[in-house]
């Protein structure tokens, strides 16, 4: 499975951004996908999952402001943020759970500028 995230940019506090993540490769596999966030010095978290179903969740502090969905059609995973905030800037990767081994994409830097 391969992974390519794009969408990533500089944005003020309180706007929107839309990343997408499209995955080619054994997909068939996948189970579940996830988007997940680092910045420096911190560990990498969890953002938001997909599942091969549809069913998803969230971490506490994007609820309500991020949006996670797929398009089986296109092998595309997306993630919508909006309300920006400052704490949101990060690196955020696109992961892929499969059988026998989760994949990462490369990540796209999101900045928020206060």
């Known amino acids: 499975v391969q992974l390519q995230a794009s969408g990533g940019g ?8 839309r990343l997408s993540c499209v995955a080619s490769g054994n997909i068939v596999s996948i189970i579940n996908m996830a988007w997940y966030r680092q910045s420096p010095g911190k560990q990498r978290d969890l953002v938001a999952r997909i599942t091969s179903g549809g069913d998803t969740n969230y971490a506490d502090s994007v609820k309500g402001r991020f949006s996670i969905s797929g ?20 690196v955020y990767y696109c992961y892929a759970r499969s059988r026998p081994r989760g994949y990462w994409g490369p990540g796209t830097q999101v900045t928020v500028s206060s």
């Open 71 to 90: 398009d089986n059609a296109n092998n595309t995973m997306y993630l919508q943020m909006n309300s920006l905030k400052f704490e949101d800037t990060a």
């Open 10 to 17: 500089l944005v003020q506090a309180g706007g929107s951004l």
